[in-house]
């Protein structure tokens, strides 16, 4: 498969599962926002291969994850048969019966049509459910934009129109929470330095994995030339004795439908 014919739904689940576990692993001290209890219909959104929701049905919790990325969804039923897992977008999925939380780690991110997932949310939600997530915030891997941004440019690409992500501040994802009904008692944004696995092959496999539309134009051999022009930017801030660290920032948000 070529760049130009992934689909942005498409995820490569043993390139996700084998190189980066630090995104559940990271995500687990949000639990302890979630708080999940025995008995409560959660929602995991954008449940990935499941790791979590697998974290939040062992608190005894009635938990189903929902991706829209089917490859993931597939992995995830392999991963847990005992939880439902089903393929929905968080711009517009339905829930049978009113929920007591939804949960999402690292995902909003990629969904630029925030509005339209909050309304998803805040109708799937009982009164008194909670939203609890943590995504990219604004700032979010500043420096690896920038360093993809210059080196297209030496192909007479813009970035910005091949840019997949959505990285608000606290202001504008509180203020979009709230205008729908929401109360936000909980926001924090915060700066999370994310050591890389792999050693010197840690930025090309974190761009391979996450930022591959931006070499969606390229032909194999500038999808070469971009990442080492890349690597050579970074190097001299994000690349310390043989681990690649990638400029990670985050918000986390907690918000309540009353
Ligand atoms: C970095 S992974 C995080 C997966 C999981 N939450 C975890 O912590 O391991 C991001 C996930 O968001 C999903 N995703 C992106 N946009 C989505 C959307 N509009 N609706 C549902 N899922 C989406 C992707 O398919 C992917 O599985």
């Given at each position: 498969m070529?760049?130009?014919?992934?689909?942005?739904?498409?995820?490569?689940?043993?390139l996700?599962?084998?190189?980066?576990?630090?995104?559940?692993?990271y995500?687990?001290?949000?639990?302890k926002?979630?708080?999940?209890?025995?008995?409560?219909s959660?929602?995991?959104l954008g449940c990935?291969t499941g790791?979590?929701?697998e974290?939040?049905?062992?608190?005894?919790?009635?938990?189903?994850?929902?991706?829209?990325a089917?490859t993931?969804?597939?992995?995830?039923?392999?991963?847990?048969?005992?939880?439902?897992?089903?393929?929905?977008?968080?711009?517009?999925?339905?829930?049978?019966?009113?929920?007591?939380?939804?949960?999402?780690?690292?995902?909003?991110?990629?969904?630029?049509e925030?509005?339209?997932?909050?309304a998803s949310?805040?109708?799937s939600?009982?009164?008194?459910?909670?939203?609890?997530?943590e995504?990219?915030?604004?700032?979010?891997?500043?420096a690896?934009?920038?360093?993809?941004?210059?080196?297209l440019?030496a192909?007479?690409?813009?970035?910005?129109t091949l840019?997949?992500?959505?990285?608000p501040?606290?202001?504008?994802?509180a203020?979009?929470?709230?205008?729908q009904?929401?109360?936000?008692?909980?926001?924090?944004?915060?700066?999370?330095?994310?050591?890389?696995a792999?050693?010197?092959?840690?930025m090309?496999?974190?761009i391979?994995?996450?930022?591959?539309?931006f070499?969606?134009?390229l032909?194999?051999?500038?999808?070469?030339?971009?990442i080492?022009?890349v690597?050579?930017?970074?190097?001299?801030?994000?690349y310390?004795?043989g681990?690649?660290?990638?400029?990670y920032r985050?918000?986390?948000?907690?918000?309540?439908?009353?």
């Open positions: 070529n760049n130009l014919s992934i689909p942005n739904n498409y995820w490569d689940t043993s996700y599962e084998d190189k980066h576990a630090f995104v559940w692993q995500g687990e001290d949000l639990l926002f979630l708080n999940p209890q025995p008995g409560e959660i929602l995991d990935g790791q979590l929701t974290k939040i049905a062992q608190a005894g919790a009635q938990v189903m994850g929902v991706d829209h089917s993931m969804i597939e992995k995830a039923r392999q991963n847990y048969p005992h939880i439902r897992f089903d393929v929905a977008d968080a711009t517009n999925f339905q829930v049978d019966k009113p929920l007591d939380a939804v949960f999402s780690n690292a995902v909003l991110h990629w969904v630029k925030a509005d339209s997932a909050i949310i805040h109708q939600l009982k009164p008194g459910g909670r939203f609890v997530a995504f990219g915030s604004k700032g979010n891997v500043e690896i934009v920038t360093a993809l941004s210059s080196a440019e192909f007479n690409i813009s970035a910005q840019n997949p992500w959505y990285f501040s606290i202001g504008e994802y203020t979009l929470l709230e205008q009904g929401f109360d936000v008692i909980y926001a924090i944004l915060f700066p999370r330095p994310t050591p890389l792999e050693g010197e092959a840690g090309a496999n974190w391979q994995m996450f930022a591959s539309s070499l969606a134009e032909s194999g051999e500038q999808h070469t030339q971009v080492h022009a690597e050579e930017q970074l190097k001299p801030t994000l310390q004795q681990t690649w660290t990638a400029d985050r918000i986390r948000i907690v918000a309540i439908k009353p």
